[in-house]
């Protein structure tokens, strides 16, 4: 099974400030790396598909990026409406595996 | 607009049966993959099933493999997730999600308490 390890496990941050979310794959998955974006009480959103690619309707201050195996979820400026939950997931292979979660919280 | 809307979660014995339904509608319910994924209380997601968009093939997690099965009617346009032999560990909030290139829209999700 590919392993999804996500850091950091919770963070803290300022309004306006930029924010940076990694998960490390166990193995290539090529693009094959989603983001998705939890609120309490709801169900998850899709934020990024492709490693890179901006779901519809998701704000342009969320990007993603690949180097090798590991990919990052950038929010450029946080705003108060991106405190949730974050997770990644391995689109690649089953069993789909996601990360273990980044709890974003407000400073 | 795609919607998904999950029924028939609720509390049930451990070794018992549930079956969990999802109405589909807003895109061509025939065309695509559907996967179950769940959520334990305060815990993170875990893929469960998936199903091919004709039902020829299916794929689960180890831990339910011969537990449940994950079936569709395109007919009705309405995924299905027949639980057996429930366990404790089963208890949590189970959202239906279409599954093309990624899980790209999620329903509500509903819960499902395996308790004595």
């Known amino acids: 099974d590919i392993q999804m390890t996500q850091s950091p496990a919770s963070l803290s941050a300022s309004l306006e400030e930029i924010v940076t979310i990694t998960c490390q794959a166990s193995?290539?998955?090529?693009?094959?790396l989603s983001w998705y974006q939890q609120k309490p009480g709801k169900s998850p959103q899709l934020l990024i598909y492709?490693?890179?690619s901006l779901a519809d309707g998701v704000p342009s201050r969320f990007s993603g990026s690949r180097s090798g195996t590991q990919y990052s979820l950038k929010i450029s400026r946080l705003q108060v409406e991106d405190i949730g939950i974050y997770y990644c997931?391995?689109?690649?292979?089953?069993?789909?595996?996601f990360g273990g979660g980044t709890k974003l919280e407000l400073k | 607009e795609v919607q998904l809307v999950e029924s028939g979660g609720g509390l049930v014995q451990p070794g018992r049966s549930m079956k969990l339904s999802c109405a589909a509608s807003g895109f061509t319910f025939n065309n695509y993959d559907m996967a179950w994924v769940c959520q334990a209380p305060k815990k993170g997601l875990e893929w469960v099933a998936t199903i091919s968009y004709d039902g020829s093939s299916t794929y689960y997690r180890d831990s339910v493999k011969g537990r449940f099965t994950i079936s569709r009617d395109n007919a009705k346009s309405t995924l299905y997730l027949q639980m057996d032999s429930l366990r404790s560990e089963d208890t949590a909030t189970y959202y239906c999600a279409r599954h093309s290139d990624t899980f790209d829209y999620w329903g509500q999700g509903v819960m499902v308490t395996v308790s004595s």
């Open positions: 193995q290539d998955i090529g693009n094959w």
């Open positions: 997931l391995q689109a690649y292979s089953a069993p789909w595996t």
């Open positions: 492709g490693a890179t």
